[in-house]
């Protein structure tokens, strides 16, 4: 199983939080993460292991929306900041709506997030 992981400037730390929070979960079940680029390094930077695409500004949500489109992304984690202005927002808005066409899980805050971590 793979889980995207992005978050928003705002969120980032918010992120790593709950990927720490949840790591022997992911470990036992041998989840795999993939990240924007940004929100890769600080999950990195905490010591934890992903695969780190581009920046989301740069095309790193779209790179995760290609993987979600050719079936190789089974949840998506997307803490956004719905406060802030995002350069990328068409891109967002692209993942979030494949998303719903894929008929993937998108947890856009760590409330949903818990709630598709107990699923597993």
């Given at each position: 199983?793979?889980?995207a992981?992005i978050?928003?400037?705002?969120?980032?730390?918010?992120?790593?939080?709950?990927?720490?929070?949840?790591?022997?979960?992911?470990?036992?079940r041998?989840?795999?993460?993939?990240?924007?680029?940004?929100?890769?390094?600080?999950?990195?930077?905490?010591?934890?292991?992903?695969?780190?695409?581009?920046?989301?500004?740069?095309?790193?949500?779209a790179?995760?929306?290609?993987?979600?489109?050719?079936?190789?992304?089974?949840?998506?984690?997307?803490?956004?900041?719905?406060?802030?202005?995002?350069?990328?927002e068409?891109?967002?808005n692209?993942?979030?709506?494949?998303?719903?066409?894929?008929?993937?899980?998108?947890?856009?805050?760590?409330?949903?997030a818990?709630?598709?971590?107990?699923?597993?």
């Amino acid at each position: 199983m793979t889980i995207a992981i992005i978050a928003h400037d705002g969120k980032k730390a918010d992120m790593v939080g709950f990927i720490k929070d949840h790591l022997e979960l992911l470990q036992q079940r041998q989840i795999k993460l993939i990240a924007t680029g940004t929100t890769g390094a600080h999950v990195e930077r905490a010591g934890l292991e992903v695969e780190r695409m581009e920046s989301g500004p740069y095309g790193g949500d779209a790179q995760i929306a290609s993987r979600l489109v050719e079936h190789q992304v089974d949840m998506v984690l997307f803490f956004r900041d719905p406060l802030g202005k995002h350069p990328h927002e068409v891109d967002v808005n692209m993942l979030m709506r494949l998303c719903d066409v894929y008929n993937i899980p998108l947890a856009t805050n760590p409330a949903a997030a818990t709630r598709f971590m107990q699923t597993l």
